[in-house]
């Protein structure tokens, strides 16, 4: 098993795994209302074997290399994570994507985790594109793809229908020479 530091706060970035469904699931039920305002996560994991499963599907695609999943733990405790939701290395595109539950917002994990995975997938893995696709109104997941030096290719109007209600989702993207050139800028 491998960690990540995060930082000097304590944070950690590592695989998150079938094994740690039952953790998983009590994350989720701490930030069950707040991870689902934008995205279906909390909806897959209702119960320890709905959690497993979806767990189970990314170490399916990770072992198929077409996605990966990861938790971050500060003081040893589950409190969100970041993914790749679709990896296609033939093709040099990937999608990256994160949730968080709302007692840890505002420390800069996200930034520091999806920092990580962009490095990973440029560096070792030689991906041309990644991509994050979030909801128009989700303002806190659009900066953060402003911060990241993302570059905003558009909007897919009413693309998304969650809980009822069509949402546009924004597509943002970076290449892996603009990701080198800002990394090697120190932003």
Known sequence: MFAI???DDGAELRPLEPRHAEEYLAHIDRGREYIGQYIALSDRATDLVSATAFLQSYADKAAADSGRLYGIWT???LVGGVLFRTFDAESGNCEVG???EEAAVGR???TRAIRVLIDWAVEERGMHRVEWIAASSNTAS????K???MVRDGVLRESNPYRGVRHDMEVW???AREWRERRASGR
């Open 98 to 100: 994160c949730w968080l």
């Open 75 to 77: 003081d040893g405790v």
């Open 142 to 145: 659009i900066n953060l793809a």
């Open 147 to 149: 911060r990241l030096g």
């Open 173 to 175: 993207s970076v290449l």
């Open 108 to 110: 800069g994990l996200i």
């Open 5 to 7: 530091s995060l930082g």
